[in-house]
């Protein structure tokens, strides 16, 4: 207890220094972790230019000694004081000072440096460092600990230029036998306080205490206090970062998600809205574009703060995006397109997209979206702005898939490696904001971060990186931290592989590629209701007449037809079918003849078995049919049909059109009940047994043109 007494005693005896030119979010995070545990921080350097070189890839850093030096003079005296001099960009603490103080004087030395596996500056060294049986061998000047004194004497001997090198400065020192007896120095070669990174990501895991998260070196079986992400290791350290000392646990889930939100309303009363500049990307052919636009135009954000550009680069979609800009280029503050004709790289009109936000003082954030996402939460751009975030993306996944819109971390060659924790992000099983390596698809960037950290025009086309990689490259270049947010579901990724766009009305065919908006574009909207309220009717005995198709479906179904417009003419003739004889012709177009077959005979086992169990209890359908296809009738060519049965077990039958709107007459009639429909309702199929017991006769069509899309199942 006595220790423990002292120790506590001590406390305040520890003091840290630490050199930060300007306030990064590596140095906001530092000051975060150092705060949670209440240390003594002092910031040297604040300011001032950097002249110490580029210590990221080469040698350098000489002026955070000159600086020590001068902040360590005044200290000197102080016998008792324990200085720990660390890196901020790049370095987190995972625990407290009592646990700095005391495993320091465990350690028993008056300095102690961190320590590592690798060699730096200079290799040819090796040999002269001492040799230990297990444990780290080489100095690392990202973290130093030592009584004020020592520290003094060691700073006090630098004599070099700002951009000389400190790692090789201290070295030195440490290297010379008789410097390092009488300094009484060592390094922390089993990582008790010091886990340098850089060679030892492999040793090193999570630790999930109660409330709080520890980095545990498996090797040593450690607990260190200080973690550095030196060398190519920044990315290992921001996932860690994620977690540690208290950023997400299992227990609070996400403790600093609220801090630092900005309020778009205050009171009850909306501030004032920034200006958003969002940028739309259609870079190769994607399904449901008018349903993307429309997305668009539904966010809840005020539109006369949203300025929007799209660049096209398909002339396939030049028809959906005149017809959105015809009908809402008035909604808008501004509405600028760049077309195929322009023919941008992607890298070049994402430059560009962004360059118009970065140019324009008032564009206080851009945000880009790319056409294969879904964004379903009209919140979006809210709830991004408000957590207030350099550059933050909302998660967005492909359906029920692990395809997401985020790396947790890189490969040595730059490209995806699995995170230990993407899985559960994912999914929604860790719920936060996380600082990641790469992001695409859709993110919100503050407008003062283009034009200072970003300032430079080209960000999305380097070497032979793809644009996105390239924009996240740029930003880990300046230090500039990316998040992705799965507070909330946004929405989802749409797949664009295999759109083919050789028919008419091309989204018919993605019920296997993207069966979500399959369903919501071409589904009845209370389809559903026929599960959970017994919504259908019993027009006549054993006719199930319910919802299935919306309007667009029917629609696209009968323009699709039209379009191949090689009807049947009703003849008794027909090749199409086995034995070449059809002994109640229709003037029809059959599934197979557009290449549709394949996808409707998938809408049956997905939206009609359902049905069929519901309705005829104890029937297990194999939703198998071979005669699917859309009748026209017409007073003209075909106005009925004469009694007969189907060849099927039982029979689908959906009205493409309005009575009284497209058509007059019509309806069906069931002889066997003397039963007939005569008001058919679009999108809504009628469903009856077909070889036995329902014959039946298509009533005749007096006026206009009359569609129907049958199919025999089970035949």
């Not at 060699?119 to 444990?135: C, E, M, Q």
């Not at 206080?364 to 702005?385: A, E, G």
């Not at 009845?524 to 199930?544: G, L, R």
């Amino acid at each position: 207890a006595d220790s423990c007494f002292a120790y506590a005693m001590m406390e305040n005896k520890l003091l840290i220094l630490t050199v930060a030119t300007e306030k990064t979010d590596g140095f906001n995070r530092f000051m975060q972790s150092a705060a949670y545990f209440n240390y003594t921080v002092k910031v040297l350097g604040m300011g001032e230019a950097w002249k110490g070189g580029n210590v990221g890839h080469s040698i350098g850093g000489g002026q955070k000694v000159r600086l020590l030096k001068d902040a360590v003079k005044d200290l000197a005296d102080q016998e008792d004081l324990v200085i720990l001099s660390v890196d901020s960009y790049d370095l987190i603490f995972a625990g407290g000072p009592e646990e700095i103080l005391k495993k320091f004087q465990q350690a028993n030395h008056k300095v102690l440096f961190a320590a590592e596996g690798l060699i730096w500056p200079d290799k040819r060294l090796a040999d002269k460092y001492p040799s230990v049986r297990s444990g780290k061998r080489f100095l690392n000047s990202g973290g130093m600990i030592g009584y004020a004194p020592y520290i003094n004497r060691i700073v006090s001997k630098w004599n070099l230029d700002d951009n000389d090198d400190d790692q090789l400065f201290y070295t030195k020192i440490y290297l010379d036998p008789l410097q390092r007896e009488s300094l009484n120095m060592t390094l922390d070669h089993k990582c008790q306080i010091f886990q340098n990174l850089n060679g030892a990501v492999d040793e090193v895991l999570l630790k999930f205490g109660t409330g709080r998260v520890r980095v545990r070196n498996t090797l040593y079986d450690s607990l260190p206090v200080v973690v550095h992400g030196n060398g190519n290791t920044k990315m290992y350290l921001n996932y860690l970062g994620n977690y540690v000392p208290n950023a997400w646990s299992y227990e609070q889930g996400c403790s600093h998600c609220d801090d630092d939100l900005v309020e778009l309303s205050h009171g009850g009363a909306p501030c004032r809205r920034k200006d958003v500049l969002i940028g739309v990307f259609i870079e190769q052919p994607t399904p449901f574009l008018p349903e993307f636009f429309q997305r668009l135009l539904t966010l809840d954000y005020p539109k006369d703060k949203l300025k929007v550009f799209v660049h096209n680069n398909e002339v396939y979609h030049e028809k959906h995006i005149q017809r959105f800009w015809e009908e809402n280029r008035n909604v808008f503050k501004s509405f600028k397109v760049v077309g195929p004709e322009e023919n941008l790289s992607q890298g070049e009109a994402r430059n560009m997209g962004m360059d118009i936000c970065r140019q324009d003082a008032t564009c206080d954030y851009y945000f880009s979206i790319d056409s294969d996402v879904m964004l379903t939460n009209r919140q979006t751009i809210k709830l991004l702005i408000e957590q207030n975030r350099k550059i933050i993306g909302p998660l967005v996944t492909r359906h029920s898939k692990l395809w997401s819109n985020f790396w947790g971390a890189l490969s040595l060659d730059g490209y995806y490696a699995r995170s230990e924790d993407y899985i559960d992000i994912v999914q929604r099983k860790r719920v936060g904001v996380w600082n990641i390596p790469y992001m695409a698809h859709v993110y919100l960037v503050k407008g003062s971060v283009l034009r200072n950290e970003l300032k430079e025009r080209n960000c999305f086309v380097l070497e032979k990186l793809d644009s996105d990689m390239a924009l996240c490259r740029s930003a880990r270049e300046m230090g500039v931290f990316m998040y992705i947010t799965n507070r909330h579901d946004f929405g989802r990724l749409i797949s664009t592989a295999n759109y083919n766009i050789s028919h008419y009305n091309n989204d018919l065919w993605q019920i296997y590629e993207n069966p979500v908006d399959w369903k919501e574009k071409y589904i009845h909207q209370n389809y559903t209701e026929i599960f959970t309220a017994n919504y259908m009717e019993e027009p006549c005995p054993d006719v199930f007449w319910f919802p299935v198709l919306t309007e667009t479906a029917c629609d696209e179904i009968v323009e699709e037809m039209e379009h191949y417009g090689s009807w049947s003419g009703g003849r008794h003739e027909d090749k199409r079918i086995s034995g070449g004889y059809e002994t109640v012709p229709t003037d029809d177009i059959h599934m197979k003849q557009i290449g549709f077959d394949k996808e409707w005979l998938h809408f049956i086992r997905e939206f009609i078995s359902p049905v069929t169990l519901k309705v005829f209890a104890g029937y297990y359908t194999k939703g198998y049919a071979v005669m699917n296809f859309v009748v026209k009738y017409t007073p003209e060519r075909q106005a009925y049909l004469r009694p007969h049965h189907d060849s099927s077990t039982f029979t689908i039958n959906i009205a493409l059109n309005n009575k009284d709107v497209d058509f007059q007459g019509g309806g069906c009639r069931f002889h066997r009940y003397n039963c007939s429909i005569d008001s058919p309702r679009k999108g809504w199929s009628f469903m009856h047994p077909g070889r036995l017991t329902h014959l039946h006769e298509g009533l005749p069509t007096t006026n206009g043109t009359r569609y129907i899309l049958v199919s025999f199942i089970d035949p």
